[in-house]
Structures are given as C-alpha cells and as structure tokens.
C-alpha cells in the first residue's frame, strides 16, 4: 500500500476519511503525522474548513492545522456512480472514518453495514455528537453545544459569574484524540489476530461522551459526594492554594497541594503563623477557607513583580509558573527546545510552521509536516 512517510509507525495503514470540520479531521490528522495514508473525501464544494477564516494567502489556516499530510479525492456521493468509486476504495482501506449524524452514512451507502462486507477486515470509526444510540443521537451537535450539556461550562469561570465557554473547541479536539487512540486499539487487535485476514471492529464515539471522560475532577467529585460541583473561578475546586494569584503587574499560578510544600509556601510569604492555625491543617481545611489563605498570598504578591515572584518560589521549591498568553507560549524557549512548531512543506505558505502532535517517539526523527491538500488534488490518483 502506498504511503507518503515509509519509516513511521503507520506507514502501510491506508485510512478512508469522510469526516469534516474538526473532530474527524483532527483525528485522522494525527494518523497522517505517523504516516497513514489518509485519503480525503470531499464533496465539489470542500471541506467547510475550507473556507472558515482566518486565511493566509488563501489558505485556511484551520483546515490547514487539521488536514496536513492528507490526499483529496472529490466525489459526489449523491450519485451511484460517486458511491461505486469510494466502495472500490474502501475494499483497499484498512480505516474509515466518518463524523455525519448517526445514520446519514448509511443513506450514502457508506455506513458500517454495507462496508463491512466489501471489506470484512475494516475498522470503521463514527464520531458523533452523542452516540448513535440514546434520546440525544440525532440533536444537533457544536461544540458549544457539548459543552454546555456534559456540564462543562457549569463548573468554568467566577462562582458570581455566568457559565463560561472554554476557549478552545475542547470537545471536538477531545473526541478526535480519543478518535485516534480507538483507532490504534482496534488496528493492534486487529494485527495481533491476523492482520488484514481477521475481523475487523465498528467504533462508536461520542464528543459527549469524551467530554465526559475528560472531566475527571468533577465526574469523579460528583460520584463519590453526591453533590454538584460548582464555579470557583481561577483556582482548583478541591485544594487550595492552587490556582491563579495576582502580582504587582500580572498574574502567576501556585500549585500547593501537601503540608511540605504548604510549609514552603508560608515561609516565603512571611505567613508562618498559619503552620499553628487549625484551619489549614489539612489540604481539605485549606481548600474550605481559600479566600482567606488568597488574602495572605496576594498581600504579599501584589507588591511583586511575576518575574521576582517566580523566582523566589522556585528557588524555594513552590510550583508555580507566569500566565503566558498563546503567542508567549509559542515564541518560548520550551517551545523551541521541544521543536514542536514544524516547518510546513508548502510552497503556498512558505514559511510557515504548525503545532505538530505532542509525542517523541525515540529513535525516530521528526518529520516536516506535508501540507493540506488543494480540492481534489489526489482524485485523478485514485479515481478512474
């Protein structure tokens, strides 16, 4: 099977991706990175990635990040002769994914029953908003929306404040990286029971569902107490101090979560006296009288610069750290060391990097990222 990066841990896998947007793309991205062969299928209008802002010499950089390394066949699946062609593709696939709401695969002709027989070796991957089962599968599914309902926004932002939305489209990216590690599970079981000569395997995946497996503090929480988490703004819901303190021009986190390092802490802010104060015994008794351990800290922080600030505390042991904003983050040195922005090979946006996948695989050298495929590049390559 032909592949574009021949010494990476996928190469060979050829993956058929009817997905859109983000969540599937996302995920398929990730597969592309470790050298599956990832064909595209788009419809003639594209991908609506395509065509969401912002651009760079007209190139959308979403549907860049999301659609590297990938191949882009047009076909119109309204049409049989659309749906022929991509069933002959698929019975060469060992992947097909697909995030359309439940049952509008199947109404293509593409769904895991009528594949599956094409293909009987085939690990079918459906994302979707809910599942294809349960009263919610055919709601309408953004990721606001997820947010929203798996309780999410509930515990964001100040106890006297609205519900928050996350800043990032957190449930999409979150269904496509469980995406990819369902994938990868089902390809091992798959290899390790005879490769392309045993079964295959249908996954259903749920951004809902993922939602509510990341959120293991307050799904966990709710469990065991029985009692529902609420907002408490810029600081950790169970311990306490932890969470972002102000300083004299901006804004620092602490992370304090045992008696040493709450020891440590009183030390460098002159609040020794707290050490005798049964209020704070304990990281439960502290987290039950936050405020007032935040007005200790800060009458001491206020007077600081962040820079100074963090320099006293990890000298001391304290975790901590300065609140970077996104370019910050991207233009520091931990970036750079860590090479996690990737030149782009595309002579349309030369130069341009992009945020590669975040795993180091030893002995494997990092790769340039292969740009997102123009509409229907590949198709002459794959449909006659």
């Known amino acids: 099977m032909s592949n574009n990066?021949?010494?990476q841990p996928l190469s060979g896998v050829r993956v058929v991706d009817f997905s859109r947007v983000l969540s599937g793309p996302y995920c398929t991205a990730l597969l592309a990175d470790m050298g599956a062969e990832v064909i595209k299928i788009e419809s003639?209008?594209?991908?609506?990635?395509?065509?969401?802002?912002?651009?760079?010499?007209?190139?959308?950089?979403?549907?860049?990040?999301?659609?590297?390394?990938?191949?882009?066949?047009?076909?119109?699946?309204?049409t049989s002769?659309?749906?022929?062609?991509?069933?002959?593709?698929?019975?060469?696939?060992?992947?097909?994914?697909?995030?359309?709401?439940?049952?509008?695969?199947?109404?293509?002709g593409i769904g895991w029953d009528e594949l599956s027989v094409l293909n009987p070796s085939l690990v079918f991957l459906s994302i979707?908003?809910?599942?294809?089962?349960?009263p919610w599968a055919n709601k309408a599914?953004?990721?606001?929306?997820?947010?929203?309902?798996?309780?999410?926004?509930?515990?964001?932002?100040?106890?006297?404040?609205?519900?928050?939305?996350?800043?990032?489209?957190?449930?999409?990216?979150?269904?496509?990286?469980?995406?990819?590690?369902?994938?990868?599970?089902?390809?091992?079981?798959?290899?390790?029971?005879g490769g392309r000569n045993a079964a295959g395997r249908y996954i259903d995946l749920a951004m809902f569902d993922s939602m509510l497996s990341l959120m293991v503090t307050s799904t966990t929480s709710s469990l065991f107490t029985e009692e529902t988490p609420?907002?408490?703004?810029?600081?950790?819901?169970?311990?306490?101090?932890?969470?972002?303190?102000?300083?004299?021009?901006?804004?620092?986190s602490l992370a304090v979560l045992n008696n040493k390092l709450f020891s440590k802490l009183c030390k460098v802010i002159d609040a020794e006296s707290l050490l005798n104060d049964d209020r704070f015994i304990t990281d439960s008794s502290r987290n039950q009288y936050e405020s007032i351990l935040r007005d200790h800290i800060e009458k001491w922080s206020r007077l600081r610069h962040v820079v100074d600030i963090i320099s006293i505390f990890e000298s001391e042991g304290v975790?901590?750290?300065?609140?970077?904003?996104?370019?910050?983050?991207?233009?520091?040195e931990q970036v750079k060391?860590?090479?996690?922005?990737?030149?782009?090979?595309?002579?349309?946006?030369?130069?341009?990097?992009?945020?590669?996948?975040?795993?180091?695989?030893?002995?494997?050298?990092?790769?340039?990222?292969?740009?997102?495929?123009?509409?229907?590049?590949?198709?002459?390559?794959?449909?006659?």
């Open 337 to 384: 060391s860590r090479n996690m922005l990737v030149p782009l090979e595309d002579h349309r946006l030369s130069p341009q990097c992009l945020v590669r996948q975040p795993a180091i695989f030893g002995g494997l050298s990092q790769v340039r990222l292969k740009h997102a495929p123009r509409l229907g590049e590949h198709t002459h390559e794959f449909i006659s």
């Open 230 to 252: 609420v907002r408490v703004g810029n600081r950790h819901p169970l311990s306490a101090p932890f969470g972002c303190y102000a300083a004299l021009d901006g804004y620092f």
């Open 5 to 7: 990066l021949p010494n």
């Open 81 to 108: 002769e659309g749906q022929k062609a991509v069933r002959h593709l698929v019975t060469t696939a060992d992947v097909v994914v697909e995030n359309f709401r439940p049952g509008v695969a199947a109404r293509l």
């Open 128 to 134: 979707s908003g809910f599942g294809q089962t349960g």
């Open 319 to 332: 975790p901590c750290g300065p609140l970077l904003d996104v370019v910050q983050a991207l233009s520091s």
């Open 44 to 78: 003639p209008a594209g991908d609506d990635y395509r065509h969401v802002a912002p651009f760079k010499n007209g190139e959308s950089a979403l549907f860049t990040q999301v659609n590297r390394g990938k191949k882009s066949v047009v076909v119109d699946l309204l």
């Open 141 to 193: 599914a953004y990721d606001v929306i997820i947010q929203g309902l798996c309780g999410l926004m509930s515990v964001t932002g100040q106890p006297d404040g609205p519900p928050t939305l996350v800043g990032e489209a957190v449930a999409d990216v979150v269904a496509g990286l469980f995406g990819a590690w369902a994938l990868i599970t089902a390809l091992f079981e798959r290899e390790r029971k």
